[in-house]
DNA sequence: CCTCGGTTTGCATCCGAATGCAATACTGCC
DNA sequence: GGCAGTATTGCATTCGGATGCAAACCGAGG
């Protein structure tokens, strides 16, 4: 009786309603468990019970309502993804890496955009609102909010920041080791007065690079730094060229940026506006590694992330805690590769 | 006495289980559905209520369960948006727009990523199975699929492609258009030698271009038109250059390039390889106005797809839709801006 | 033919919030 | 003080599928 009203109430005006799983079974001529079970994986059921019920489920075009299926086991099988500033050339790859590694599992990635890295307050709730099973964040997370993820015993892994004194899981790019390695070829190819076009205030990663960059310069004796900050972007790379040239008052022997379009805008500058010639005038180099990059006009030297290998392993640390939830955090960082470009003068090319 | 028991099975091990809204109701002394009114925008809860439920909740922690909420409002204000070919420099920009438009709505993305344009057949399953109120996809669909999605009624919109005799929304840049404009102002400018680098086979908006190209240089009465494809990345558009040339014994006029990038491989080949000056020995345009056809060493002739209206547009119809499913399908067409970058001689600059 | 071990299947219940309806509380007004 | 009218609140049910448990079934061995 209590079936017989559920058909009942199918009055959709125009079309039927979404098939469910009673649907399915009132066809088949069996229970809604049946059509539970063979829509799983491990679950027993017959050859004969399969075929009835699929049979039924095409003829209704049926399909599993993934919301309700999370409801009772307590998995969404989504994971939030969240990224800032994609105005960096180098996140949209990382992006897709990810959603495809996660697919790769039968995980759903739902994607928060935000403007600035800052941006993260609202963002947090949605996430646990929509229960996802676990968090990649490529924007740093307050104290509190890492608490209240942690509170809600949800995995999260940290994209190329480590938060200070958190006991969290991350995997990064050695961002310091990549740029002592650009400071040392520089200084070592006898480059004096340096600039830095340091990444926006906001941005742990560009925090990351420029104190990388001004420890390995100190180490190695260098006092004569400039340092100016942009965005990220390319008009700003330009803007920046002038600021250090108008600070110091003549264009330093290298400029290190803190990222690779803004190494880009810092050549352009440097070209147009000031008549200089890369490498032979300044040594400009960046970091990521991203495509333009290649391209034959700046061929910038920068320090080119592993992103398959991060995004591999920020998919498989997250979905390892997500059926784990005991293990501890990890911590991992990849080494980057240098990429000898032709927009600076490095010291072992004559090696 | 059922709520009792409700209670009892908290055992959680370590830690609490998260709370719901009945935890809520029995600490604040209320009915579960005040609970539930509270978090909601329009329902009857007086003050002193909303005080006692919002202490609750604040000492419990409680979060409103959105994928129970969107069992039983049959909406789980999520759309899925679905893009390929990332690799193309101007996707990563359009869903950032797109997700960020979406959540000044209060609703999230659900982001499937295509390794190729043709992938499509999982991903359809997966976003009926989610339940999510709409989709928007920047890659084509079948008929078949097309017709799964409507007697789903889910509302859809297509972004830069428009299926042929489909009843479906869109919102697409006008290629042609651009295309043409792009051929008017080179066959004006007295190129008599056509080479087109196209896009992927499997993308339709490569297609697009190409046909608007061909379109355009037959109505202008050209015949001298070697075509070559790409996959829209750099390298093939090198790579392209160097098919074109051997093709057709030297290089042509002019080159219409699928997209910036592949402008962008085409100019550096033309210099390096072939020790040809852009402008000068030869015309190359593009197609987007992505970032890096603004730098200056390439500074490409180009068209730029209005990206910012694209996906406010295709947001707000899709939203729109969601809404008020009765409404009749909408396809919109933008035109781009002609960018006159200094990679092509055009007719117009003299004027 | 009966019994035993192993599969299949169905029953009943649960996940967490939303909501129509009825009961109740509160308001203003005569 | 009493009453109509509105604003709150609680009750019970619903969304769609998963799952523990017990009943039913199957084939094989005695």
């Known amino acids: 009786m209590s079936k017989a009203a559920k058909t009942d109430n199918n009055k959709d005006p125009k079309g039927r309603k979404r098939a469910t799983s009673y649907d ?11 059509v ?5 994986d491990g ?73 600035h890295e800052g941006d993260t307050g609202t963002v947090i ?11 990649v964040t490529a924007a740093m997370f307050t104290p509190e909010q890492i608490k209240t993820i942690n509170n809600a015993r949800i995995p999260l892994v940290f994209y190329n ?26 200084v070592n190819a006898g480059h004096k007065t340096f600039g830095i076009v340091a990444g926006p205030p906001d941005s742990a990663v560009g925090i990351a690079r420029e104190m990388g960059a001004l420890n390995a310069l100190a180490e190695m004796g260098v006092t004569d730094i400039t340092t100016v900050s942009g965005d990220y972007g390319y008009e700003t790379g330009r803007e920046c ?10 264009p330093p022997d290298a400029i290190i940026a803190g990222n690779d379009v803004m190494a880009i805008g810092c050549i352009d500058a440097a070209r147009e506006n000031y008549g200089l010639k890369v490498p ?14 290649r391209y034959a006009a700046y061929d910038v030297t920068t320090v080119r992330q592993p992103v398959l290998r991060m995004t591999q392993s920020a998919a498989s ?24 470009g032709s927009s600076a003068r490095l010291h072992s090319e004559d090696a």
């Not at 399915?24 to 049946?34: F, K, N």
């Not at 539970?36 to 799983?40: D, E, I, M, N």
């Not at 995997?171 to 040392?184: S, T």
């Not at 005991?326 to 990849?334: G, M």
């Open 317 to 340: 640390m997250l979905i390892e805690r997500i059926e784990n939830p005991e293990l501890s955090p990890e911590k991992r960082a990849f080494s980057g590769r240098l990429i000898r």
């Open 280 to 293: 032979d005038d300044i040594s400009i180099v960046g970091f990521d590694g991203v495509g333009p990059a």
């Open 125 to 135: 709730e949605q996430m646990l609102q929509y229960r996802v099973d676990g968090i």
């Open 24 to 34: 399915v079974a009132e066809l088949a001529g069996v229970s809604q468990s049946a």
């Open 36 to 40: 539970s079970r063979v829509f799983q």
């Open 43 to 115: 679950a027993s059921a017959s050859q004969a019970m399969r075929n009835r019920v699929m049979t039924a489920a095409d003829t209704l075009g049926y399909r599993p309502n993934a919301i309700a299926r999370g409801l009772i086991t307590q998995r969404s099988n989504m994971v939030a993804v969240v990224i800032s500033k994609l105005t960096n050339l180098y996140y949209p790859e990382v992006l897709v890496q990810l959603t495809q590694r996660f697919s790769e599992h039968d995980v759903r990635v739902l994607l928060f955009a935000l403007e």
């Open 241 to 250: 060229f002038a600021q250090l040239v108008q600070k110091r008052g003549s």
């Open 161 to 186: 920041r480590t938060p200070r004194d958190q006991l969290v899981s991350s995997v990064r790019c050695d961002q310091e080791e990549g740029e002592r390695w650009l400071v040392d070829e520089l």
